[in-house]
């Protein structure tokens, strides 16, 4: 799982991403990708409201996107904040296809947002 260090805790850091931070769009997931040119880990943050599902879905679904970052980490830029909020359609999406879409655009945002830290 990705551990306390790893994960955006403050509302503030979630806005900050959300507003001025890349995105990208999938069928699943929106990804939200800001990097703060800091010297420290890549930071994930999870928005699944209720719009997903009950409770055990939602929080199946963080899991899920918890997993996914955590095989992503070594991907991503060190000092970069990402902000994944959660669509309907993840209630259904299999874990191939929730990895398929975050990945795809944390590949693509990736260049974008070390480009704008030089």
């Known amino acids: ?29 929106i990804t939200s990708m800001m990097s703060t040119g800091e010297s420290r ?7 699944i409201s209720k719009q997903v599902g009950t409770a055990v879905v939602r929080n199946t679904v963080r899991r899920r996107l918890k997993a996914v970052c955590a095989d992503a980490l070594p991907r991503v830029p060190e000092g970069t904040d990402v902000v994944i909020r959660a669509l309907p359609a993840s209630a259904t999406a299999s874990f191939a296809e929730l ?20």
């Open 1 to 29: 799982m990705l551990a306390r260090p790893y994960r955006l805790t403050r509302g503030s850091d979630y806005r900050l991403v959300v507003r001025r931070g890349s995105r990208c769009g999938g069928s699943s997931v």
């Open 41 to 47: 880990a890549a930071r994930f943050g999870f928005i």
């Open 99 to 118: 990895s398929a879409d975050v990945n795809r655009c944390l590949g693509r945002l990736a260049p974008a947002s070390t480009a704008g830290a030089s």
